[in-house]
């Protein structure tokens, strides 16, 4: 969807909607302390939306999208959440958690799109979100002042082409860029229009002076492994997920680890499991304490895990169409699928153990997060 009708969306999303859909009860405050959950869903009637979800699996609410969603920014400040258009969408929808308040809906600036990703600074005062300026084809980061209605403030570089997932580091001013390399239009849809020559990278730019600090660049071999999905663990390491462009016969290493100062390390899946994996990582997340990085493989119907640290290979568990991952509140982390199961993901004495808790009947999208 390139034009938002912001009228007609909130006149459709001013009658909050979970009950009939899903057999529950309607839309109700949460209560503060509640461990609660987010994720971009496809309903039965092929409409979208974004599901709070409890600890335990279960729907709570939901709120309407005008077109399918990609991932939802968290401000816990405020308790508002922002989800995002799949790229190359140009609507982002901020809701507050707590409330049925109307909505607020955003349209991307002119000659930008959304690339599904965004994250709030420490003190809950701005919004950062990755865009496509598809003029140049380069990436850059969008700001968004939070107080003033999300008005936005300007932009700048992101440092590549094709950024997609942002997180901040854990001192709160350096923000790490996975940047895939593929430029998309929305005049085209999702076609990728570079895949020829490509170069994916992942970048550390300081927010208060907005400038590069440092740009990883992949060797010339791998220049098809699109750097899409972020996760830092408890040393403050980032680790990335690939997706690879490239010959589908070849078997690339589909994980990384940027340490500041340190470069870049790669990390291939045991001979028996790096096939299963489709060469696509889906996303990433740690766990609470950062010491496990899960990913997903959803074309593989595969989740893997990795210990913060060590880097070694916990193990792999097989999740149909499973592609979201958030940290769990006491160990693990919590995963969902498009076929709307939702189930528990830890590391056991024999691997990675998956639990199964809720299954719901709505379709999930590539991300969770976790409301915390």
Same mark, same amino acid.
């Given at each position: 969807?390139?034009?938002?009708?912001?009228?007609?969306?909130?006149?459709?999303?001013?009658?909050?909607?979970?009950?009939?859909?899903?057999?529950?009860?309607?839309?109700?405050?949460?209560?503060?302390?509640?461990?609660?959950?987010?994720?971009?869903?496809?309903?039965?009637?092929?409409?979208?939306?974004?599901?709070?979800?409890?600890?335990?699996?279960?729907?709570?609410?939901?709120?309407?999208?005008?077109?399918?969603?990609?991932?939802?920014?968290?401000?816990?400040?405020?308790?508002?959440?922002?989800?995002?258009?799949?790229?190359?969408? =140009?609507?982002?929808?901020?809701?507050?958690?707590?409330?049925?308040?109307?909505?607020?809906?955003?349209?991307?600036?002119?000659?930008?799109?959304?690339?599904?990703?965004?994250?709030?600074?420490?003190?809950?005062?701005?919004?950062?979100?990755?865009?496509?300026?598809?003029?140049?084809?380069?990436?850059?980061?969008?700001?968004?002042?939070?107080?003033?209605?999300?008005?936005?403030?300007?932009?700048?570089?992101?440092?590549?082409?094709?950024?997609?997932?942002?997180?901040?580091?854990?001192?709160?001013?350096?923000?790490?860029?996975?940047?895939?390399?593929?430029? =998309?239009?929305?005049?085209?849809?999702?076609?990728?229009?570079?895949?020829?020559?490509?170069?994916?990278?992942?970048?550390?730019?300081?927010?208060?002076?907005?400038?590069?600090?440092?740009? =990883?660049?992949?060797?010339?071999?791998?220049?098809?492994?699109?750097?899409?999905?972020?996760?830092?663990?408890?040393?403050?390491?980032?680790?990335?997920?690939?997706?690879?462009?490239?010959?589908?016969?070849?078997?690339?290493?589909?994980?990384?680890?940027?340490?500041?100062?340190?470069?870049?390390?790669?990390?291939?899946?045991?001979?028996?499991?790096?096939?299963?994996?489709?060469?696509?990582?889906?996303?990433?997340?740690?766990?609470?304490?950062?010491?496990?990085?899960?990913?997903?493989?959803?074309?593989?119907?595969?989740?893997?895990?990795?210990?913060?640290?060590?880097?070694?290979?916990?193990?792999?568990?097989?999740?149909?169409?499973?592609?979201?991952?958030?940290?769990?509140?006491?160990?693990?982390?919590?995963?969902?699928?498009? =076929?709307?199961?939702?189930?528990?993901?830890?590391?056991?004495?024999?691997?990675?153990?998956?639990?199964?808790?809720?299954?719901?009947?709505?379709?999930?999208?590539?991300?969770?997060?976790?409301?915390?």
């Amino acid at each position: 969807m390139s034009i938002i009708d912001r009228r007609a969306f909130l006149h459709f999303a001013a009658g909050t909607f979970a009950a009939p859909i899903l057999g529950t009860s309607a839309l109700y405050a949460a209560e503060p302390s509640a461990v609660l959950f987010a994720a971009c869903v496809k309903l039965p009637d092929d409409s979208y939306a974004v599901a709070i979800l409890e600890e335990s699996g279960a729907v709570r609410s939901l709120r309407p999208l005008p077109d399918r969603g990609h991932d939802v920014a968290y401000n816990p400040k405020n308790r508002l959440c922002v989800a995002f258009a799949r790229r190359p969408g =140009t609507f982002a929808v901020v809701f507050d958690v707590d409330s049925n308040a109307e909505p607020i809906v955003l349209a991307s600036a002119p000659g930008r799109h959304f690339y599904g990703h965004g994250v709030f600074s420490a003190d809950g005062s701005l919004l950062y979100t990755t865009e496509n300026d598809f003029t140049s084809g380069h990436g850059v980061v969008g700001l968004y002042d939070v107080r003033n209605g999300f008005r936005r403030l300007g932009e700048m570089p992101a440092g590549g082409v094709g950024s997609h997932e942002l997180v901040f580091l854990p001192d709160g001013r350096t923000l790490a860029v996975a940047n895939g390399g593929l430029d =998309t239009h929305p005049d085209f849809g999702r076609v990728d229009l570079n895949v020829a020559d490509m170069a994916p990278s992942l970048t550390l730019i300081d927010v208060r002076d907005q400038r590069v600090l440092d740009v =990883t660049e992949l060797d010339a071999s791998l220049r098809q492994l699109s750097i899409r999905h972020l996760a830092v663990d408890r040393e403050g390491a980032v680790w990335f997920g690939g997706q690879y462009e490239g010959d589908p016969t070849e078997r690339p290493p589909l994980v990384g680890r940027v340490r500041p100062g340190a470069g870049v390390d790669l990390f291939a899946l045991p001979d028996a499991v790096q096939p299963r994996a489709k060469n696509y990582v889906g996303s990433v997340a740690a766990s609470a304490d950062g010491a496990v990085m899960a990913f997903s493989a959803p074309r593989g119907n595969l989740l893997f895990a990795f210990e913060a640290g060590s880097a070694r290979y916990i193990g792999e568990a097989a999740f149909r169409d499973g592609c979201g991952l958030a940290p769990a509140p006491e160990s693990g982390l919590l995963a969902t699928a498009g =076929t709307g199961r939702v189930a528990t993901l830890a590391p056991a004495d024999n691997g990675l153990a998956l639990t199964p808790i809720a299954t719901d009947r709505v379709q999930f999208d590539n991300h969770l997060n976790r409301l915390a």
